[in-house]
C-alpha cells in the first residue's frame, strides 16, 4: 500500500472530493465556488458550467477567455441525448496564406488572431439548457473582474514569464500596473472586463459580435494592423454536432469530431484493446511503450488526413473503425520503438469509401498550448465537459483597449504547406487539440441486481442502455490525447481512484513533424516525469524511445475528472494538482 496520505491502492496526496447533488472540477477554487454557487440556486449543469466559464476568464486568464473558443460536451439526462457545442472561430476573411508563407505566422500580436468563437458557444449553450438567467449566470464572474481576487503562485509566475504583456499598454494596465507584474497575493482586477460581461448579460451574443464590444475588437485590430473584421465577427458561429464514439472493453467512450483531435483518443483506446494492458501492468514500461506506440500510428493519422470537414473530406468513421484498428496493431512491436509510424488508410473502412493515399506528412521551439478543462456533473444526472482556449499562454497577449478581452493566438496552429489537410484558408477553421470526453458503461438491465443503471445517469444509444461513469479532459495541446488516454485507462483497467488518476506520474511523447504549433517540428522523444522508477526508464531506453526525464510534476495538462457511482449514484471528484485546479462537491 503506498504511503501517500489518500492511497486507495495507488498513490494520492489529494482527497476524492464526494458529492450527491453536484461536483464541479476547475482550473481555480473561485471558479469551481463559482458553478457550485449556481448549483445550489437550483441551477442546473450548464448553468453552472458558463458560471465557471465566465470565472476561469478572470481568474485563469491566461488559459481561456472570451476573446478565444473552445468545445462544450452536454450530457442532458431528461432526454438521453448527448451533443458538442463546436466553439471554434475561423481564420479572418482577409488571412492571405502568400502572406503568411513570405512573412511567417507570428506567435503573438495582432496577426495571430483569428476570430473568437467561445461567447457563441457559451450562449448557444446557455439558450437551449440553460434554466436560470444569464445576469444571474454571469454574475460571480463580473464581480471577481470589478471587485478583484488575489493572484495565486501560479498565475504570478505566468505574469512574469511573458514580457509581452507589458509591450501592449492595454495589457500592462492590468497585468503590469506600475510598469511591474503582480506578485502573488496582490489584488488583480479587470474592470473593462466586467463591463463587457455586463453588456453580454443585457444584449447577449450581439454585444460581442455586432455591438459596442465587437466594434472595440475591431478598431484594435485596425490600430495594430490586423486582419479581424467586423464580417469576421458578425458571420462567427458555434455549431451543435454529435458526437463520435468508440467501445472500450464495456464501455462507450464518446469525444468531439473533427475538427477536433477527439478522433486520436479513440484511435488510441482501439490500439490498445487489441492487447492485454492489464497482464502488461499499470505505468510499466511495457504498458507505456504500448500507449506511446498507439499514440504514434494516430497521430501519424491525424496529420494524413484530419482539418476542418467543411474543406476536407475526413473518414473519420474508417478511422476509429475497430476492423482498422486491428490493421494497424500490426505495426506494433511490443519489444521495439518505432523509428517512423506511417499513416494507414482508413477509406476503406469509411462508409463508402475506397482505398486513397494518404498525405505526405509535412512541417517545418516547440510553444505549449495553454487552454483549461473543466467538469460538471448536477443532481439530475447531467453533465458538462467543457474545454476553452486563448490557444499559447496569453494568447496574443493584447488586450483590445477598453473591453478587458485578451485575444486568442490560434492562427499559430495552421500549416502553411498547400498540400497538407490544414493548410490555412481565409474562413476555414484549423485543427484543433481541445478534446472533450464522456465515458458510458453498459448497464446491467432493471432487475439483474447490483450494477444496475440509475435512470438519472443513463441513455439510450442504438436501443442499447449506457450509464455515465466519467467525465473528464485536460487541457495541453497535442498532450491532451495522450494525457486521457493514460487516466481513463487508470481507471477503467486499473481501477484508480480519480484522484489517483490524476495525480498518478505521466508521460507524453512528441512526434516530428505531427506537433499542431508552428513550426510543427519537434524532437522525437518520450517525456517522462521523474516519478517513474529507474527501472522502468532504463526498460524503455532499451525498447528505443529517446528519454527525456521531467520534474516530478513536470507534464503539461491539468486533469479534471468526475467519476459516478453505479450503485449509489455519488459523485466522485478530483482536479490536478499540477496547477490551481480545484474540484468541490456538494
Known amino acids: ?24 472540477c476547475s482550473g481555480h477554487p473561485l471558479a469551481s465556488q463559482a458553478g457550485i454557487a449556481m448549483l445550489q440556486k437550483g441551477g442546473n449543469a450548464v448553468d453552472a458550467a458558463i458560471a465557471t466559464a465566465a470565472a476561469l476568464n478572470v ?10 473558443d473552445g468545445y462544450i460536451m ?20 482577409a488571412a492571405d496564406p502568400d502572406h503568411f508563407r513570405a512573412h511567417g505566422i507570428p506567435l503573438k500580436g495582432i496577426l495571430s488572431v483569428s476570430a473568437p468563437g467561445l461567447v457563441h458557444s457559451w450562449l448557444d449553450a446557455h439558450q437551449r439548457y440553460g434554466s436560470l438567467p444569464l445576469a444571474e449566470v454571469l454574475a460571480p464572474a463580473i464581480d471577481l473582474a470589478e471587485n478583484g481576487f488575489p493572484v495565486s503562485h501560479v498565475l504570478a509566475a505566468a505574469i512574469a514569464a511573458d ?17 511591474k507584474p503582480l506578485r502573488a497575493g496582490e489584488i488583480l482586477y479587470q474592470r473593462d472586463l466586467a463591463r463587457t460581461f455586463q453588456a453580454i448579460a443585457r444584449e447577449g451574443r450581439d454585444a460581442f459580435y455586432r455591438g459596442e464590444v465587437a466594434r472595440a475588437l475591431v478598431r484594435c485590430s485596425q490600430e495594430q494592423g490586423g486582419l479581424l473584421t467586423l464580417d469576421d465577427l458578425a458571420q462567427c458561429r458555434a455549431r451543435w454536432e454529435a458526437p463520435i464514439a468508440t467501445t472500450y472493453h464495456g464501455h462507450t467512450v464518446y469525444e468531439a469530431p473533427p475538427n477536433s483531435s477527439g478522433h486520436v483518443l ?11 494492458l492489464k497482464t502488461l501492468g499499470c505505468n510499466t514500461a511495457q504498458s507505456v511503450h504500448l500507449m506511446v506506440e498507439a499514440k504514434k500510428l494516430a497521430f501519424s493519422d491525424r496529420e494524413a488526413y484530419v482539418a476542418d470537414p467543411d474543406f476536407v473530406d475526413v473518414p473519420t468513421q474508417g478511422l476509429i473503425a475497430k476492423e482498422y484498428a486491428k490493421e494497424r496493431a500490426k505495426l506494433i512491436d511490443l519489444e521495439r520503438a518505432m523509428a517512423d509510424a506511417p499513416p494507414g488508410d482508413p477509406w476503406p473502412w469509411q462508409p463508402g469509401g475506397t482505398a486513397r493515399k494518404p ?20 443532481g439530475q444526472g447531467n453533465a458538462v465537459c467543457q474545454l476553452q482556449s486563448l490557444q499559447g499562454a496569453w494568447g496574443s497577449s493584447l488586450i483590445a483597449e477598453g473591453t478587458g478581452v485578451l485575444l486568442n493566438n490560434r492562427m499559430t496552429y495552421w500549416h502553411l504547406d498547400p498540400n497538407h489537410p490544414d493548410c490555412l484558408q481565409p474562413g476555414k477553421r484549423v485543427r484543433h487539440t481541445m478534446n472533450p470526453v464522456m465515458v458510458f458503461r453498459d448497464a ?13 445517469h443513463s441513455r439510450r444509444d442504438g436501443g442499447q442502455s449506457l450509464q455515465l461513469v466519467l467525465v473528464c479532459g485536460t487541457p495541453g495541446a497535442d498532450t491532451q490525447v495522450q494525457t486521457n488516454l493514460q487516466v481513463i485507462t487508470h481507471v477503467l483497467d486499473f481501477g484508480m481512484t480519480v484522484a489517483e488518476a490524476v495525480e498518478a506520474p505521466r508521460w507524453r511523447n512528441t512526434q516530428s513533424p505531427t506537433e499542431s504549433n508552428i513550426p510543427h517540428v519537434c524532437k522525437d522523444e518520450l517525456l517522462l516525469e521523474s516519478r517513474f ?15 527525456n526525464v521531467i520534474g516530478d510534476w513536470a507534464a503539461a495538462g491539468s486533469e479534471m475528472m468526475i467519476q459516478i457511482d453505479p450503485k449509489t449514484g455519488a459523485l466522485h471528484g478530483a482536479a490536478d494538482p499540477r496547477r490551481d485546479g480545484y474540484a468541490i462537491g456538494w
Request: with cysteine; charged share 20%.
Open 1 to 24: 500500500m503506498p504511503s501517500s496520505p489518500h492511497s486507495a491502492r495507488f498513490e494520492a496526496y489529494r482527497p476524492v472530493v464526494m458529492g450527491r447533488h453536484g461536483m464541479v
Open 59 to 68: 481568474t485563469e486568464p491566461l488559459m481561456s477567455g472570451i476573446g478565444g
Open 74 to 93: 452536454v450530457y442532458w439526462q431528461q432526454t438521453g441525448g448527448l451533443e458538442v457545442s463546436n466553439g471554434t472561430g475561423a481564420a479572418p476573411l
Open 163 to 179: 514580457p509581452w504583456l507589458a509591450r501592449f499598454p492595454s495589457s500592462a494596465a492590468v497585468f503590469c500596473p506600475g510598469g
Open 266 to 276: 479513440l484511435q488510441e483506446l482501439n490500439l490498445v484493446e487489441q492487447f492485454d
Open 359 to 378: 498525405a505526405a506528412p509535412s512541417g517545418v521551439t516547440r510553444a505549449q498550448e495553454d487552454t483549461t478543462c473543466f467538469v460538471v456533473v448536477d
Open 444 to 456: 446491467v438491465p432493471l432487475g439483474k441486481g447490483e450494477g444496475r443503471a440509475r435512470p438519472e
Open 533 to 547: 522508477p529507474q527501472e522502468a526508464r532504463a526498460e524503455l531506453q532499451r525498447r528505443g524511445h529517446a528519454l
